[in-house]
């Protein structure tokens, strides 16, 4: 997250604190950056560029494009692009938030950080 690295198997009351304060900060952020995420659209298309998807920040999708040979695939590959299209355009948003979190706060690695929260939750459950 910042700097040191946060090990579930060390839990220490300096530890916790230190995470605690990590995580108050990013909710910090997330009250005034909240007008700059309420913009976030994430997009995509496929390889072939007959599908293309945009999608929120809340990952809701917005639009669906098809392109004219799109139908051609038949049903299934149809589904199987746009669920593929609509999945890369929630990648390109959660990118984008990924972003903004590392430019108002520099050294937080949103990434880093989830895992270390992943691995917490295992560990404690």
């Not at 910090?28 to 999608?55: C, F, H, K, N, S």
């Not at 355009?89 to 590392?102: E, G, I, K, S, T």
Request: net charge negative; proline share 4%; charged share 25%.
């Amino acid at each position: 997250m910042h700097g040191r690295q946060f090990d579930p198997a060390d839990l220490t009351d300096r530890s916790l604190d230190e995470v605690a304060h990590q995580y108050e900060q990013v909710l910090a952020w997330l009250e005034t950056a909240q007008p700059d995420l309420d913009r976030i659209m994430g997009t995509a298309e496929t390889a072939e560029g007959q599908v293309g998807a945009t999608v929120d920040v809340n990952g809701r999708v917005r639009k669906v494009s098809y392109g004219p040979r799109a139908t051609r695939a038949g049903s299934q590959v149809l589904a199987e692009q746009t669920l593929a299209a609509v999945r890369e355009a929630c990648a390109d948003a959660q990118r984008q938030v990924h972003d903004l979190m590392r430019e108002a706060m520099p050294g937080f690695d949103p990434v880093a950080a989830d895992e270390q929260f992943q691995r917490l939750l295992t560990d404690w459950n």
